[in-house]
């Protein structure tokens, strides 16, 4: 069982940037992909940013793409999301989740199983 803890999130005006951070235990890190979900008030649960394993390959919502950075320090069991340009439509509890398989060559959407509590992002306008 993974244990997941993300930080960083907050208050922030449009144009500005943040760094969310998610430390992991209970498992081998670097053996699994890792991920970023956001949930607004009364919306369903959606895909921000992946990364497998390795670190090689990541992957973005198009809402995000060009404005957000997926990325992974194997030797901290930490996974980060660089968010730049923020806009009040990326408002929403962000939560980091783990892949249930060992090695995925390209998780998607469906793969994670694992999920931290989420760190609140607010974008003032």
């Known amino acids: 069982q993974v244990q997941l803890v993300e930080s960083g999130g907050g208050l922030v005006q449009a144009g500005g940037s943040l760094r969310l951070s998610c430390a992991a235990s209970?498992?081998?890190?670097?053996?699994?992909?890792m991920g970023w979900f956001r949930q607004a008030p009364g919306k369903e649960r959606e895909f921000v940013a992946a990364?497998?394993?390795?670190?090689?390959?990541?992957y973005y919502a198009d809402s995000v793409k060009g404005r957000f950075t997926i990325s992974r320090d194997n030797a901290k069991n930490t996974v980060y999301l660089q968010m730049n340009s923020l806009k009040p439509e990326d408002t929403a509890v962000y939560c980091c989740?783990?892949?249930?398989?060992?090695?995925?060559?390209?998780?998607?959407?469906?793969?994670?199983?694992?999920w931290g509590q989420g760190t609140q992002v607010t974008v003032s306008s």
């Open positions: 989740a783990a892949d249930s398989l060992r090695f995925r060559v390209r998780p998607t959407a469906g793969d994670f199983d694992s």
């Open positions: 209970g498992r081998t890190f670097s053996s699994y992909a």
């Open positions: 990364i497998n394993w390795s670190g090689g390959s990541t």
